[in-house]
């Protein structure tokens, strides 16, 4: 059963930092292109970041470019999501997907709430 188990959300003031993690199981994570997709209230899901199966090649939205980082540690079957200088409009549930992904896939895990907020 493929499992991804998102962690590392909360509350940041603006301009402050976190960082997410996304445990993977059920399936061999070092073969597939992974994704953070977040999601916030009343709107549709927006592909934030995606990362090669080897880590070397990376994408960004433009919404979050030069100040988030995505990368992957295949011998632990996890990815990251750096954010830096975050924005009150950062705000959602941020959730990792494997690639190919499309909403019509929904989600598997729950996701992690991040909230950007003074």
């Known amino acids: 059963e493929v499992q991804l188990q998102a962690s590392g959300g909360g509350l940041v003031q603006p301009g402050g930092s976190l960082r997410l993690s996304c445990a993977a199981s059920?399936?061999?994570?070092?073969?597939?292109?992974m994704s953070w997709v977040r999601q916030a209230p009343g709107k549709g899901p927006e592909r934030v970041s995606t990362i090669d199966s080897g880590g070397g090649g990376t994408t960004y939205a433009d919404s979050v470019k030069g100040r988030f980082t995505i990368s992957r540690d295949n011998a632990k079957n996890t990815l990251y999501l750096q954010m830096n200088s975050a924005k009150p409009e950062d705000t959602a549930a941020y959730y990792c997907?494997?690639?190919?992904?499309?909403?019509?896939?929904?989600?598997w895990g729950q996701g992690t709430q991040v909230t950007v907020s003074s």
């Open positions: 997907a494997i690639e190919p992904w499309v909403p019509a896939k929904g989600f």
């Open positions: 059920g399936f061999t994570f070092s073969n597939f292109a």
